[in-house]
């Protein structure tokens, strides 16, 4: 069983920027990515990534400000947070499964205990 856990959360200042760090890949999920979810509302899709290939992807509500990436150990994957908003508030979650796709349709997918993100004006 994978066991993923977050790191990096934190506060930070409108326009600022976090880096968010997901370790616990394995071979068997080659799929992972993040969803947030912010108080009273359900969990939403953040980005994803393939382990190979090609495959990376944002949702639109966090394109051209947050990118997804593998971290150098092969181990971890990235979630860099730029030109933060008070709307990217949540509890930040990462996710793996066995796809890049089934990752962003949250299918099969296992998940991390979540870190903290709070964006203030």
């Known amino acids: 069983q994978v066991q993923l856990e977050e790191f990096g959360g934190g506060s930070a200042q409108v326009g600022g920027s976090l880096r968010l760090t997901c370790t616990g890949r394995?071979?068997?999920?080659?799929?992972m990515g993040w969803y947030r979810q912010a108080p009273g509302q359900s969990r939403e899709y953040v980005a994803s990534?393939?382990?190979?290939?090609?495959?990376?992807r944002v949702a639109d509500p966090v394109k051209g400000r947050f990118t997804i990436s593998k971290g150098g150990d092969e181990n971890s994957v990235i979630l860099q947070m730029n030109e933060l908003k008070v709307e990217d508030t949540g509890t930040y979650y990462c996710?793996?499964?066995?796809?890049?796709?089934?990752?962003?349709?949250?299918?099969?997918?296992?998940w991390g205990q979540g870190i903290q993100v709070t964006v203030s004006s």
């Open positions: 996710a793996a499964g066995d796809t890049a796709g089934d990752v962003r349709n949250g299918w099969n997918v296992i």
């Open positions: 394995t071979l068997n999920r080659p799929g």
């Open positions: 990534i393939a382990w190979h290939g090609a495959g990376d």
